[in-house]
């Protein structure tokens, strides 16, 4: 851990202990000048709200308790209501409701919020801070849930992708001048008026949707469907490209087999995947891709590569964000998860080593090989709030229909 997270993280403890919440003007967060990102971690039954890697609120929460455990991982909020009732728990009410997964965890503000986990998976919220976060947040502002803190620090690194062009001059000769304001037990962090409706204003204005991108390995599902598809491009019938090795993806595989004087095994290997794609005339596709979404619906899936794919990557979460009037350029803020693989999932994934304890984001940023016109492709859609996550195991079980990204992450020692 750097100082600087070091020092952010000793802040966020300081913070809690005071029983403080900090909270930005909220027009200033929902005009999309300001993407947040909000911190749950379970070990300290904490929440934490950051504008890049500045503590913007804080609050004590009640996360799962045994049996009914809240999930980790990388989620936004897909749904927001100011009262909803529970269809699974007895019609409970969950005031402020926002909601992270399809499946019924979302924040929300409870009566009960103990020291100590006590939801049936949701996190509860008091009941004072509840509205306040409400009213901070937009459809879209991702929740990372951890066991353990983890901070979000600036990532610069040529690797990363910034805007195609500059990006207009929000505020020309505007000043934001940061007060505090005390209201009761709740600590405000206050902006000049003038200057806070202009940002608003001109961020309303310029705002582009962001985008969400995923980069995952491409598993053995995923390569055999892309050679499905280049089997019916050659005009083999090869079934229905859903990754999933039947009778006629066999019998195509043996009829291109004889036909090229190979050995013929109806068996998918290496040797065959070149061949079927030399055929094609198209090249072999990478060993992940990069999956995009906007506006909670896929954009496109495009090939990349990982070098050394027998270590692991890892599971991280970056942000983008601050996009510099003159110079078009913005700012990532990034967080390395826990996310141990089992055994049976490194094997799938060809996996035969953990990724070295100390590697930085940046080292791993080094093994992801992107074609230059797919990062011409990605600049010139890149906006303000744009989001990577890098995992190792691909779309989770809650990515679907309506929402972004769903990355669900896996701890050593709590199962």
Request: aromatic residues 6%.
């Amino acid at each position: 851990m750097s100082f600087g997270t070091a020092l952010r993280a000793g802040l966020v403890a300081l913070c809690l202990a005071s029983g403080t919440a900090l909270s930005p003007v909220p027009a200033l967060a929902a005009g999309g000048s300001a993407p947040l990102q909000i911190v749950v971690t379970k070990d300290t039954q904490s929440l934490v709200v950051y504008d890049g890697d500045t503590i913007v609120a804080t609050s004590r929460v009640s996360t799962g308790k045994a049996g009914h455990a809240t999930p980790t991982g990388i989620f936004s909020v897909l749904e927001k209501r100011r009262m909803h009732h529970s269809n699974i728990y007895s019609n409970a009410p969950m005031p402020f409701m926002q909601r992270l997964t399809w499946s019924g965890i979302a924040l929300h503000a409870s009566n009960s919020v103990p020291s100590y986990p006590a939801s049936h998976g949701c996190v509860r919220l008091p009941n004072a801070f509840a509205p306040e976060l409400y009213k901070m947040t937009t459809r879209g502002v991702h929740v990372i849930i951890s066991d353990r803190q983890v901070v979000p620090s600036e990532i610069s690194d040529p690797w990363l992708f910034q805007p195609e062009k500059p990006a207009p001059q929000l505020l020309s000769d505007a000043t934001l001048r940061l007060g505090m304001e005390h209201t009761g037990s709740v600590e405000v962090a206050m902006i000049a008026p003038s200057a806070g409706a202009e940002a608003a204003k001109v961020a309303a204005e310029t705002d582009e949707p962001p985008i969400r991108m995923l980069i995952t390995r491409r598993g053995e599902r995923e390569t055999t469907a892309a050679l499905q598809a280049a089997l019916h491009g050659l005009g083999y019938d090869a079934g229905a490209a859903d990754g999933v090795v039947g009778p006629k993806t066999r019998a195509a595989i043996r009829l291109f087999q004889g036909r090229q004087g190979m050995v013929v095994t109806g068996k998918i290997s290496d040797q065959l995947v070149h061949a079927v794609y030399v055929a094609a005339g198209r090249p072999e596709p990478g060993n992940a891709h990069l999956m995009v979404r906007q506006k909670f619906a896929p954009l496109f899936d495009v090939p990349v590569t990982i070098r050394n794919p027998e270590v692991a990557l890892g599971t991280h979460f970056l942000q983008f964000q601050d996009i510099d009037g003159k110079s078009g350029k913005g700012r990532w803020f990034g967080v390395t998860m826990d996310d141990a693989l089992s055994t049976a999932t490194k094997a799938r994934l060809g996996i035969t080593a953990d990724a070295e304890p100390n590697t930085t984001l940046t080292q791993t940023l080094a093994r992801i090989d992107i074609p230059a016109d797919i990062r011409a492709r990605i600049d010139a859609l890149l906006a303000e709030g744009s989001s990577l996550t890098i995992s190792d195991t691909g779309l989770g079980p809650e990515t679907g229909k309506g929402t972004d990204f769903v990355t669900l992450t896996r701890s050593a020692t709590k199962g």
